[in-house]
């Protein structure tokens, strides 16, 4: 296959970006789509070009690590896949490929197609968790869960944090990402306890950061990767208001 | 010469923790506010001890060189956690899990630390689940257990095929609440490159910020190191692709001693390699085998469609071969067969290098929903990458590289031989012998931080409560930044011709060859010979683009990838002194009539521990003799 690209550039931070054009020959359909970023590393490198940075880690669609804004969809075409686990077989021969960054104000830019997600780590820290020291914790069957909590809890926690709904939404909302781990939490019987206040520091954090709000277009659900529903958004505002009424 | 004080506290197995415990020096709180603690890593052993040393009340400055913490490689351990808690009634004991861990092994671990890596399980559940990991249930609320490779109970925990995710978002979470209560102090896109030692003690580290390039100085009363396997020297394996080995190699390099180099784990059931630009190597869960079958062809070179070979001609060899364990063989013995079959002219695939993991039983009979309901995940992915879909068509799966049960040595306290310089999970040697278990890594990786590095750093520490902040302007930290610049500049400054990816795929492809799933004394020599002319043209030809300051990823694989040649030789030269095969470590020479593993148990039941002696100087052999007096060491069968 042969591909052409246009690749968002930026130098650092605070540079001005702007789009550079690159052709790729012998491009195999059996690449994945980092893969093929590789190739265009070596061959930049080879030529002694600036090879493009990108973030990657496990390749294989479970850290979390890669983004890239392909053709205007977070992780590409596909549905349920990262960019790590796209293949060119996704593409036609001769198919121009346009791969930007995530683009939101709490994800500023670091460099090239890499940016700084450590807003959600921020969220998290709010009270994304349940305080239990080591030491304290109770024998795990004492504490039952219904079955069928405990699995859509398991759903709720499969996000990666990579941030694909925050991209994919106009707002640059985080509501999907927060909503995930709120959900997960609140769902199980452990969690309950500081399920008010890990609401409403979390979804205070959140607005601080400057994530905007929902949209209610259900972007962020078309784009997850991990399959994450709209619901979890809408369990989070009635764990919201719940806190809201008790005060 | 050195002697090596394991420090295996007296008295019954079973006592020997507690024991250790009651007697163990103590920091009162006001003390362990004074204590500044630097931990490296962040995946489930580095995330757990910071969130454990953080409750203590230590000051703990975490590293690690993701853009954040979550996303360590322990997040992609698909199948399980381990734990005796014997829910199943099916005659579970703490002592089973170690025995099985310790036959598991070859025979090749210390027994004490296996056994309490088995006793703190259990504590290691209720943590995990307390937390919120939303480990799998039955319908009446309790906890789900399945069963693994290597043994005949049921005691793996689950989430669905996302277990490490899951339990490494719990430890992640963990640390962040320390974060929030001012205890932890989290520095994400850092790389350790260098260790400080002042007076014979770990008193700081030098990393590299990867975003700007700045080299910075970090300094505490004592250094944990979580920083995982090295799996990735093979380059295709099935570890993260940033993963790697350098914290600990300039760890090796101060003088703490590496044990077992050369014990490496292949794991029987990777996706196979499909073509010569492949990244990577996606693991398929040993939980697979819980119900999928494996076989080959009956006839040599059968080409035929899967599906189209009828059940009479073909061979469930793992059956065959191993009717008390079948599928669920361990780790080393799946592989192996695999490769017997494949090397025989067996296999499938257009390489032949690959055998079929076939689910068409198990689906006939539990129904589809179950299978997916159980693998549903797992079954998607290999669907994304091969385009083939595994409730149709068996799986196609080949070993790879994937777990070092190798790493710094560490004594019971999971003190390496530099005072101060702690390793845990899989970055130490310690507890899964010549073979690792499925299923005992997040185990092992979460009982060392949540409980037992807790209580051994603080039997150091006790003795540094008089020791004031460590300052960082003297010239332990000025020759260390130095050191680092230095090599910095030197892989700057070769500008050659070829790319350090290339460089890597050559190192990995030698490695594979000659010291990889079966290995022999003619092999070892080339192999040695091969990785030290490589690294001669690395140094003459690489080519390393950019500068020094500022967001470099070609820099930093070269860095890690100058590190895995010196590595490489420690692996081969660990693999020529053991003429003997045990676990993962197969030589040719050594086995039996019916070619499984033959160990040397007069000659060879020893800890190799190797001590840097210089560049260019060959490393010196200690050895760490292994007593037995709770196990009866036996030839291991799963026949």
Request: net charge neutral; aromatic share 8%.
């Amino acid at each position: 296959m042969n591909i052409k690209l246009k690749i968002w550039r930026q130098k650092n931070a605070k540079a001005k970006g702007k789009f550079e054009d690159y052709t790729l020959d012998d491009v195999s359909p059996e690449m994945s789509f980092l893969e093929m970023l590789d190739a265009l590393n070596t061959k930049l490198i080879e030529e002694g070009g600036d090879p493009v940075a990108y973030d990657h880690d496990c390749r294989e669609g479970i850290c979390g690590c890669c983004s890239l804004y392909i053709n205007g969809n977070p992780h590409g075409p596909g549905e349920k896949t990262t960019t790590c686990e796209l293949h060119m077989r996704s593409f036609k021969d001769g198919q121009t490929l346009i791969v930007e960054p995530w683009r939101a104000k709490s994800f500023p830019v670091i460099k090239d197609l890499i940016v700084d997600r450590n807003a959600f780590d921020k969220i998290i820290v709010a009270g994304g968790f349940i305080s239990v020291d080591a030491g304290s914790a109770p024998d795990s069957n004492s504490i039952l869960a219904k079955k069928e909590n405990a699995d859509e809890a398991i759903n709720s926690a499969s996000c990666i944090g990579c941030g694909a709904c925050v991209a994919a939404c106009k707002n640059a909302s985080a509501m999907l990402f927060v909503s995930a781990k709120i959900s997960q939490l609140a769902l199980l019987p452990q969690g309950k306890v500081e399920a008010m206040d890990r609401v409403n520091a979390m979804v205070a954090r959140m607005d601080e950061l400057g994530f905007g709000n929902c949209t209610n277009t259900y972007a962020c659900e078309a784009e997850c990767p991990k399959g994450i529903k709209i619901t979890n958004i809408a369990r989070m505002n009635r764990e919201f208001f719940a806190a809201k009424v008790v005060g | 010469m050195v002697t090596l004080n394991s420090k295996i506290p007296e008295g019954p197995l079973a006592e020997k923790w507690s024991k250790y415990k009651s007697s163990m020096k103590l920091v009162n709180p006001a003390n362990k506010k004074k204590l500044d603690i630097i931990l490296v890593g962040t995946g489930l052993a580095g995330a757990s001890a910071a969130s454990s040393l953080g409750e203590l009340g230590y000051n703990v400055k975490v590293f690690c060189f993701q853009d954040t913490p979550r996303r360590a490689h322990s997040v992609a351990a698909q199948g399980g956690i381990n734990a005796a808690k014997n829910y199943k009634n099916d005659g579970d004991s703490v002592y089973r899990l170690f025995y099985d861990m310790i036959k598991g092994g070859d025979y090749r671990a210390r027994e004490a630390n296996v056994y309490r890596a088995a006793e703190v399980s259990n504590a290691t559940i209720d943590q995990l689940t307390a937390q919120g990991v939303p480990f799998a249930r039955e319908y009446g609320g309790t906890l789900d257990n399945r069963s693994f490779g290597g043994v005949q109970v049921s005691r793996t925990f689950y989430a669905k095929g996302q277990t490490g995710q899951q339990c490494i978002l719990g430890a992640y979470s963990g640390l962040s609440r320390q974060v929030k209560n001012g205890t932890v102090k989290m520095f994400s896109r850092r790389e350790m490159l260098e260790l400080i030692i002042v007076d014979g003690k770990a008193r700081g580290i030098i990393t590299r910020n990867l975003i700007t390039g700045e080299i910075e100085r970090h300094s505490g009363h004592a250094v944990v190191l979580a920083t995982g396997g090295y799996g990735t020297i093979y380059y295709l394996s099935t570890l993260a692709v940033n993963s790697n080995a350098s914290a600990a190699w300039t760890a090796y390099k101060k003088g703490a001693f590496w044990g077992n180099p050369s014990f490496i784990q292949i794991h029987p059931s990777s996706i196979p390699v499909l073509n010569d630009y492949q990244a990577k190597l996606t693991l398929m869960s040993e939980s697979l085998r819980n119900d999928g079958r494996v076989w080959a062809p009956k006839k040599k070179g059968d080409k035929r469609p899967a599906n189209d070979i009828p059940e009479e001609e073909r061979d469930y060899y793992l059956e065959r071969r191993y009717p008390a364990y079948g599928n669920l063989v361990p780790r080393d013995v799946g592989s192996r067969a695999a490769k017997e079959r494949c090397d025989a002219g067996y296999g499938v695939g257009d390489t032949g290098l690959a055998v079929n993991l076939d689910f068409k039983d198990a689906i006939a009979k539990q129904g589809k929903e179950a299978i997916e309901e159980k693998y549903g995940n797992l079954f998607e992915m290999y669907e994304k990458i091969t385009g083939i879909n595994p409730y149709e068509e068996p799986m196609r799966i080949y070993p790879a590289g994937h777990y070092t049960m190798g790493g710094l040595w560490v004594d019971y306290e999971l003190m390496t031989t530099i005072p101060g310089l702690f390793a845990i999970g899989e970055s130490n040697f310690s507890d899964h012998g010549a073979n690792r278990l499925g299923a005992s890594s997040l185990m092992q990786c979460s009982g060392d931080g949540y409980f037992i590095i807790p209580n051994t750093i603080g039997n150091y520490l006790a003795d540094e409560i008089r020791t004031p902040k460590i300052p960082t302007d003297t010239h332990e930290f000025e020759e260390a930044e130095k050191a680092v610049k230095s090599k910095i500049e030197k892989l700057l400054s070769v500008n050659g011709r070829q790319t350090v990816t290339s460089f890597h795929k050559r190192l990995g492809k030698i490695l594979w060859d000659y010291s990889g799933m079966t290995r022999n004394e003619e092999g070892l020599k080339k192999g040695l010979v091969l990785v030290d002319e490589l690294e001669k043209e690395f140094w003459k030809d690489v080519k390393v683009p950019g500068t020094a300051d500022e967001l470099n990823q070609e820099l930093e694989k070269a860095g890690r990838v100058a590190d895995f040649f010196e590595l490489a030789k420690l692996i081969i030269t660990d693999g020529l002194n053991r003429r003997e095969s045990c676990g993962a470590h197969f030589r040719e020479e050594s086995k039996t009539e019916t070619g499984e593993a033959k160990r040397d148990d007069k000659n060879y039941s020893y800890v190799s521990v190797w001590e840097y002696k210089g560049k260019d100087k060959p490393p010196e052999l200690h050895k760490e003799e292994l007593n037995y007096e709770y196990v009866e060491v036996k030839v291991r069968d799963y026949k």
